[in-house]
């Protein structure tokens, strides 16, 4: 009697429920939104997380919350997003912060700062460590609200017609090459030129540039990189953890529902977890194919490497002296990362490097040497 008593009520109130959410749908205002990609349809990772965003939008309003998503170019340019969305030409954009760094170079910690935080390490600072509420005082000044949408990993340092052997040939080194790294490398010689995805190839191809740099080998090798550069270069010490992040007009959010503001908000972080998963699931196999073709992968040497962590924590400091914004935000970023770097380095580092030696052969019977 119990039971049958139990079966009863559960069923009265998932009869309830069901006949209360379609009523509940039809009280939801319908909105239509056009979003704006800084990146062209053919990258379908990082392009296509906004598109996951889009869909689970809609399908969690039942579809009366739609953003319409338009790559680079189909309403303004990938460099554009920022200004669009500021403006009001579109309510919400999809970009990547350290293109705008000639705006302001604060903008670059939204994204990724050289020799800064892998990707892990920017979620806990942008969600944990106060790095959210820190740039959104700064994009409140443009009159948007910024959202987390993405991330890459760790990327590759980029493709190069001639080999790298010392810091020297980087004097006069043309280089696509994004955000706050361009000012590194142009410490070291180089001439950074700031290229949208999809105008790479024909330069590097033209030889307008000698080298570039982008994201990985699924991407690279979908724009067919390896086809006009021989050499690939590891590690992309400028982007160790890329962020992606949704831009909103301000008086666009404010005037959604808080609904729909939730609704969003946790659209995008299950985009900002699936790009990365993609990334991670379809780079190795990439990477093999490249190889095979005839890529030479190459590290960047060591004397590289220390001559571009010295140049960019100069930069760091200069620009710190100088940008009152910067100076804020690098201050208690800085305290983190060292604070990451610490425990990264007592459990996920040795894990790491163990497994790396089982696969190279190169381990020890003694596990207290390398």
């Known amino acids: 009697m119990e039971r049958r008593k139990f079966l009863k009520s559960a069923s009265a109130g998932l009869a309830v429920g069901a006949a209360a959410m379609p009523a509940m749908a039809a009280d939801a205002p319908t909105i239509k939104w056009r979003l704006a990609s800084s990146f062209p349809k053919s990258l379908d990772t990082i392009y296509g ?46 970009t990547a912060s350290y293109y705008f760094v000639g705006k302001d170079p604060t903008f670059a910690f939204d994204t990724a700062m050289p020799f800064g935080l892998n990707s892990r390490q920017q979620s806990a600072w942008m969600l944990q460590g106060g790095g959210l509420a820190l740039m959104r005082e700064l994009f409140k000044d443009y009159g948007i609200y910024n959202i987390p949408c993405g991330n890459t990993g760790a990327q590759m340092g980029g493709w190069f017609r001639k080999e790298i052997k010392t810091v020297k040939d980087f004097d006069g080194l043309k280089m696509r090459i994004g955000g706050f790294a361009g000012k590194v490398i142009a410490k070291l010689g180089a001439v950074p030129q700031q290229i949208p995805g999809g105008d790479i190839y024909p330069a590097l191809e033209k030889g307008t540039i000698d080298a570039a740099e982008w994201v990985g080998p699924y991407d690279d090798e979908k724009l067919g990189f390896n086809k006009v550069a021989k050499y690939y270069y590891y590690p992309g010490w400028w ?14 959010w404010d005037s959604l529902p808080k ?20 990334y991670d699931a379809k780079n190795p196999f990439a990477l093999k194919k490249l190889a095979a073709t005839g890529t030479q992968l190459r590290p960047f040497p060591p004397e590289v490497m220390m001559a571009s962590y010295k140049a960019a924590f100069e930069l760091y400091e200069e620009t710190a002296a100088a940008n009152p914004k910067f100076k804020k935000i690098y201050d208690q970023w800085k305290k983190f990362r060292d604070d990451q770097i610490l425990w990264f380095g007592v459990a996920e580092s040795r894990f790491d490097n163990f497994l790396q030696q089982q696969r190279s052969g190169t381990a020890t019977k003694d596990t207290g040497k390398k």
């Open 49 to 94: 997380a906004a598109e996951t965003m889009a869909k689970r939008v809609a399908e969690a309003t039942g579809g009366k919350f739609q953003i319409q998503v338009f790559a680079a170019g189909e309403i303004v340019p990938g460099p554009g997003v920022l200004d669009a969305v500021k403006d009001g030409t579109v309510e919400i954009g999809h």
């Open 239 to 252: 982007e160790g953890g890329p962020q992606l992040s949704v831009y909103v007009n301000q008086k666009q």
């Open 259 to 278: 609904e729909y503001k939730a609704i969003l908000e946790d659209a995008c972080m299950y985009a900002h977890v699936d790009m990365q998963a993609e």
